[in-house]
């Protein structure tokens, strides 16, 4: 099986910033696409950034120019840096990959456990 692993979340001020990480491990054979997706209180989860394999982004307009995605092929891990973080970007943060298995046709849609990130002062 696969998992994905966060870490980074937390409480922060206003204008601060956050680094989230998520580690990909298990039998994987390739990784297609990897991505952050996050649901505050009494919203439905919400695209945050995704970055495919060749490096392309795409980004939440509520997020752009803020918060930055990158992606470690060698360690099958993605990063979200989060900067000039507000209140409403409190949130349940949660990973997410596309996977390709060996033994499997059609790649596989795995999510992390989600980690909370709180912007208070």
């Known amino acids: 099986q696969v998992q994905l692993v966060e870490s980074g979340g937390g409480l922060v001020q206003p204008g601060g910033s956050l680094r989230l990480s998520c580690a990909a491990s298990?039998?994987?054979?390739?990784?297609?696409?990897m991505g952050w997706y996050r649901q505050a209180p009494g919203k439905q989860r919400e695209l945050v950034a995704t970055?495919?394999?060749?490096?392309?982004?795409n980004y939440a307009d509520s997020v752009k120019g803020r918060f930055t995605i990158s992606r470690d092929n060698a360690k099958n891990t993605v990063y979200l840096q989060m900067n000039s973080l507000k209140p409403e970007d409190t949130a349940v943060y949660y990973c997410?990959?596309?996977?390709?298995?060996?033994?499997?046709?059609?790649?596989?849609?795995?999510w992390g456990q989600g980690t909370l990130v709180t912007v208070s002062s």
């Open positions: 997410n990959a596309l996977v390709n298995v060996p033994g499997r046709a059609g790649y596989l849609e795995v």
């Open positions: 970055i495919a394999s060749g490096g392309s982004t």
């Open positions: 298990g039998s994987i054979f390739s990784i297609i696409g």
